[in-house]
Structure formats: C-alpha cells, structure tokens
C-alpha cells in the first residue's frame, strides 16, 4: 500500500461535468451513440445535432507547455506554423496519451474542450477557434467518446473561466 494520497474523483465523469454545468446554470444537452474516435465516424450526428462539430488537438511545445486546441471538424491547423499564433516556444507536437489522461482526464479519441475540467494545476492553455465563436451552439464529447453535448458558445467559454482557465479564442486554421 502506498503512502501518497489518492487523488479523489478523478477523472471527473459525465455526471461530473453535468453537475458543474448546471451548478453554473448552463444549458446543456447531451445525445448518446456508439464510440467514436474520429471526425469520420462521427458524421451520422450532424442530422441530429444542430452547431458546430469540434475536433480537439493535444499538442506540446518543446519546453513542455500544453495547449488544447478545440477546432471545427473539417477546418486545417497547420501545425508547423500555429505555434507563432498560440504564443508556444517551438513548433508543437501531438501530447501523449498519458499526459492526456494526466492532464484533461480523456483517452486518445474523446478529447474535448470540457477535459479543462481535469486540469485542475493549469497545467494546459485552451484555445477556441475564432471560426467557432460564429456558430450559436458548439458540440463536444462530454468526457468520453460515447456521448455528444451541445452547449452554448458563450457558455462553453463561461465553463472554460469557471475551471479556472483562461480561455484564447484566437484564429488558429487554415
């Protein structure tokens, strides 16, 4: 048995966000299907969910500075030139999965915008593409890839603050 403190309730789960999400009177609604793990696969929703479709990028510069970029699904980053935009030290490269799950609490494949809600030493900057702040409702996995939620654009970034985060919304694609 070890002599370091469990960490308690973590990764937060679904009903975690849920639960924060009403805390703060934010709207939200929350559509079930069969995993995904890329943009391909999750095509089928778009008849069914209204607003932009997110891709999320977990990517590191060399000096070990996160940042998670949540895009429209088809929209390009390039990313041998969006670190001049994001402020990182280097050009970036994708994280690994174990400090995904270390950081944002997700697995490869349910990457979200709603993962902030783990990161509770700040250790990962958020950044909102520009192009999404044009769409009223932005769709994201809700912790895991089983599940879709539609929030609010405003409320997203009001939930991105309420974690403690910053957010960035800058124009990161191409």
């Known amino acids: 048995m070890s002599d370091a403190p469990a960490q308690t309730n973590f990764p937060k789960t ?3 966000l849920f639960a924060f999400l009403d805390g703060l009177g934010i709207a939200h609604e929350t559509k079930e299907h069969a995993p995904v793990f890329t943009v391909a696969e999750s095509q089928s929703l778009r008849d069914e969910m209204p607003g932009g479709h997110t891709k999320n990028l977990f990517v590191k510069d060399k000096k070990d500075n996160y940042f998670l970029l949540t895009v429209e ?11 001049t ?13 174990e400090k995904l799950m270390e950081y944002l609490g997700v697995i490869p494949g349910a990457v979200t915008a709603f993962g902030v809600m783990n990161d509770t030493d700040h250790k990962v900057t958020f950044i909102l593409d520009a192009d ?14 089983d599940a879709t939620t539609a929030i609010a654009t405003r409320d997203l970034l009001r939930f991105v603050e309420a974690t403690g985060h910053a957010p960035l919304v800058l124009k990161v694609t191409a």
């Open 73 to 83: 699904e088809h929209a390009t980053v390039d990313l041998k030139t969006v670190h």
């Open 132 to 145: 999404l702040t044009n769409e009223a409702v932005i769709n994201c996995h809700p912790l895991r890839n």
């Open 14 to 16: 679904s009903q975690d």
């Open 85 to 97: 935009i994001i402020g990182a030290a280097s050009k970036v490269s994708f994280g690994k999965p």
